[in-house]
């Protein structure tokens, strides 16, 4: 199971070097920055990671900090995705299971939640100089 989980991963990463490759939105909690999984090393590795992918003019990265406590709106995390026809689909994960959400009012719901989430995110710029800021002091 593990394997496979890998193999996966690995094959989604690879669909960001297509020619085409797809557009992404990324919101990551402050906590991902700061608690060193894997321990330092890992850690400077998934940073200068997140510190590429930023750079790609098709992927956005920010960060949802600290501050807006209860206000974040997406506890487990998800998955917004607008298909190539335009149609959108949700996806949650838990340890145990995914789950795809199809109902136009459910992702409507959440499309309206993620707007108003990106109001309160720091700015790509805030957010890339954090990454490098937990960044540098882990060395």
Same mark, same amino acid.
């Given at each position: 199971? +593990?394997?496979?989980? !890998?193999?996966?991963?690995?094959?989604?990463?690879?669909?960001?070097?297509? %020619? !085409?490759?797809?557009?992404?939105?990324?919101?990551?909690?402050?906590?991902?920055?700061?608690?060193?999984?894997?321990?330092?090393? !890992?850690?400077?590795?998934?940073?200068?990671?997140?510190?590429?992918l930023a750079g790609r003019p098709n992927i956005t990265t920010?960060?949802?900090?600290?501050?807006?406590?209860e206000q974040r709106p997406f506890v487990p995390p998800l !998955?917004?995705?607008?298909?190539?026809?335009?149609?959108?689909?949700?996806? +949650?994960?838990?340890?145990?299971?995914?789950?795809?959400?199809?109902?136009?009012?459910?992702?409507?719901?959440?499309?309206?939640?993620?707007d108003q989430l990106q109001v309160e995110l720091l700015s790509?710029?805030?957010?890339? +100089?954090?990454?490098? +800021?937990?960044? %540098?002091?882990?060395?």
């Amino acid at each position: 199971m +593990a394997s496979e989980r !890998v193999a996966f991963l690995m094959h989604r990463q690879r669909l960001l070097e297509q %020619k !085409v490759p797809p557009t992404i939105q990324a919101v990551l909690d402050q906590s991902c920055l700061l608690r060193p999984i894997g321990g330092r090393a !890992v850690m400077c590795e998934q940073l200068d990671h997140l510190e590429r992918l930023a750079g790609r003019p098709n992927i956005t990265t920010q960060i949802a900090p600290f501050e807006l406590a209860e206000q974040r709106p997406f506890v487990p995390p998800l !998955v917004l995705l607008t298909l190539p026809d335009r149609t959108a689909v949700g996806y +949650a994960e838990s340890q145990l299971r995914g789950y795809l959400e199809r109902g136009r009012t459910t992702i409507a719901a959440w499309e309206a939640d993620y707007d108003q989430l990106q109001v309160e995110l720091l700015s790509t710029a805030a957010s890339l +100089a954090m990454i490098r +800021a937990v960044r %540098k002091d882990l060395e």
